[in-house]
């Protein structure tokens, strides 16, 4: 039963997104705003909610006010591949992503068409230009917020990876502001993929799709923070940290130093 559950969940999405990823890219194209944002990424909050709906997950946004009145960037922990999916399905956002994700097709066309911002992770030059494009995207157009992932990568849900110190000096720089947010999964084992464990990306879909469900996510947006010329990046990335770590209950990892950044790019 379960399987024939997974099948039907699967057949339909697809046939889902072949019809309406090129109603959002012409929609991208044609750059018309309702509110917030453009219509293409009202488009994709709708395209979520089915998403969520079908798949029988449940989102609960503890403050939601405060995700819609928010202008600058959104600070999440990355415990799952759904967390795009259940941030999107509360209001229209844009992304700072991987390259990768830029090749990939129907996700990555999706992305583009809400000016979602590409790094190559590999490239120092493509980092540092990544950096000026979500400073200028801001500031040229404060909404809809920026969502960027201070991990840097997905973890399994036991704990956070050190933050980067990346976005919080981004956000120090140019006087941006940023909310730290909780994104917690009752049903952990069913959400996350466990791709650092050798897990097949197609594997951990098809264990969603079978899941009759009901999935629950809760999103808490946590205190805003407007930084001050004068603070550390390493305090704040810490502080965003923990706040979201103690919203989990989860053990406090300390955020990536310099020497553990110039570290890693050398390796």
């Not at 090129?22 to 309702?34: E, K």
């Not at 979520?48 to 600070?75: C, M, P």
């Not at 494009?133 to 956070?160: C, M, N, T």
């Not at 952990?188 to 050798?198: F, P």
Request: hydrophobic share 45%; net charge positive.
């Amino acid at each position: 039963m379960r399987t024939l559950l997974g099948a039907a969940r699967l057949a339909v999405i697809a046939v889902f997104l072949i019809v309406c990823t090129p109603i959002v890219l012409i929609a991208g194209l044609l750059h018309i705003r309702f509110g917030i944002a453009g219509l293409a990424n009202w488009l994709c909050v709708y395209m979520a909610r089915f998403f969520d709906w079908l798949f029988n997950v449940k989102v609960t946004s503890t403050d939601t006010k405060r995700l819609y009145e928010h202008q600058g960037f959104i600070t999440p922990n990355h415990s799952s591949y759904l967390d795009i999916v259940t941030l999107t399905h509360i209001l229209p956002l844009r992304f700072m992503a991987a390259i990768e994700v830029k090749r990939r097709p129907f996700i990555g066309w999706l992305a583009q068409a809400i000016d979602t911002v590409f790094v190559d992770r590999t490239s120092l030059s493509s980092r540092r230009d990544a950096v000026n494009s979500i400073a200028d995207a801001y500031h040229a157009q404060p909404d809809p917020p920026i969502v960027i992932f201070p991990e840097g990568r997905l973890g399994l849900g036991d704990k956070l990876f050190p933050f980067k110190l990346g976005t919080f000096k981004l956000a120090q720089r140019n006087h941006i502001a940023y909310l730290p947010v909780a994104i917690d999964y009752q049903e952990k084992e069913v959400a996350v993929w466990k791709g650092g464990l050798g897990e097949k990306m197609l594997h951990a879909v098809w264990r969603l799709a079978c899941f009759p469900g009901p999935l629950h996510v809760t999103i808490t947006p946590l205190a805003p923070v407007l930084p001050e010329p004068d603070e550390r990046s390493v305090n704040l990335a810490d502080s965003a940290q923990y706040a979201i770590e103690e919203t989990l209950g989860l053990p406090h990892q300390k955020p990536e130093t310099a020497a553990q950044k110039k570290a890693a790019q050398v390796a």
